[in-house]
């Protein structure tokens, strides 16, 4: 079992709906939590950080982080064309796990006019 | 400032053909990453360093010798290559030995092994 399970997708949404990605966790040291978006043939950028459990807003997008459950989740309101990538969540934390990410599969989204 | 550059962006390589793939930065991170994205995959992690001087396998090594060179740069060797490793190759940085840390990625180099 990978660390970090998330579905690939394809995912495909009009302009206007609300995403949601998800990624679920098996590792309880992980403790911070992170969402990268990867426009074609380009490197994933940071999109969102989240720290241990709760939710963090940052304009059309929420992240939400459910340790008990070991689930994470990326929202996106009034989604746009531009918002068409790939989404992949991350996550680090203590001991072993210190200082590396692991990633998640990521989630291919588009977003069609 | 350019971030993290990798070189070439672009190779095609015949089997058992060996070649070196460059990472350099210059925002003076501690740890730099090597991994590789194929379709449906993700990304996984193939070598990284912590540190200046120290190396460590990821989860799929076989195939690859890396090099810090010095801080800034960190290179990942593929001495016989297969058709195996056609891949997307990302290199990445980040403050490591902390965990919250944001990784920084380059553009990629795109192998196609023939």
């Known amino acids: ?113 | 400032n350019a971030g993290v550059t990798q070189t070439p962006k672009f190779q095609v390589l015949k089997t058992g053909q060996s070649m070196t793939l460059q990472c350099a930065q210059d925002m003076n991170h501690n740890s730099m990453y090597w991994y590789r994205q194929d379709p449906g995959m993700g990304l996984r992690l193939i070598y990284y360093s912590a540190s200046e001087g120290t190396t460590d396998k990821g989860e799929v090594p076989n195939g690859y010798n890396v090099s810090r060179l010095n801080k800034r740069e960190f290179s990942l060797r593929l001495e016989s290559a297969a058709p195996s490793q056609t891949s997307v190759y990302f290199c990445a940085i980040s403050n490591g030995g902390r965990a919250d840390t944001e990784a920084f990625f380059g553009q990629g180099t795109r192998l196609t092994v023939v």
């Open chain 1, 1 to 113: 079992q990978k660390e970090v399970e998330q579905d690939p997708g394809p995912l495909s949404v009009p302009e206007g709906a609300i995403v949601s990605l998800n990624c679920t966790y098996s590792n309880s040291a992980f403790q911070y939590f992170m969402w990268y978006r990867q426009y074609s043939r380009k490197g994933p950028e940071l999109l969102m950080y989240t720290y241990s459990s709760g939710n963090k807003e940052d304009g059309r997008f929420t992240a939400q982080v459910d340790k008990s459950s070991k689930y994470i989740s990326l929202f996106i309101r009034d989604s746009q064309p531009s918002d068409s990538a790939t989404y992949l969540c991350a996550m680090s934390g203590r001991g072993s796990t210190l200082g590396r990410l692991y990633f998640g599969r990521g989630t291919q989204l588009t977003v069609w006019p």
